[in-house]
């Protein structure tokens, strides 16, 4: 099993990153793929999440309206765009996957099976 991100970088503040996790090594569609960050000495904390095969999305309240999750089903991939950053996004950004029927908990990072190696994102003021 793999969770691979990427797309991550220093940008300004008001600026745009859009990261991807490509996954292997299990059924797609049988889970849901969740977004989660870590900034130095804090906890890690769920951003966002999708349910691969009904398509559901769920943020985090300080996100919403600036990232939009998406998924390439085709591609076992799904994307985090997020607009509008803000240095408070700083962070290592990790994706995961949790089985679909567990969704509703998606914040939750216990519930997690795999996880990938996590991807730098630094916002600049």
């Known amino acids: 099993v793999q969770l691979v991100e990427s797309g991550g970088g220093l940008v300004q503040a008001g600026g745009s990153l859009r990261l991807s996790c490509v996954t292997s090594?299990?059924?797609?569609?049988?889970?849901?793929i969740g977004w989660f960050r870590q900034a130095p000495g804090k906890e890690r904390e769920g951003v966002s999440c999708?349910?691969?095969?009904?398509?559901?999305?769920y943020y985090t309240d300080s996100v919403k309206g600036r990232f939009t999750i998406s998924t390439d089903n085709a591609k076992n991939t799904v994307y985090l765009q997020m607009n509008s950053l803000k240095p408070e996004d700083t962070a290592v950004y990790y994706c995961?996957?949790?089985?679909?029927?567990?969704?509703?908990?998606?914040?939750?990072?216990?519930?997690?099976?795999?996880w990938g190696q996590g991807t730098q994102v630094t916002v600049s003021s």
């Open positions: 999708i349910s691969t095969n009904d398509g559901r999305r």
């Open positions: 090594g299990f059924t797609f569609d049988d889970y849901a």
């Open positions: 995961a996957a949790i089985v679909w029927g567990h969704v509703d908990n998606w914040h939750d990072e216990n519930g997690y099976d795999y």
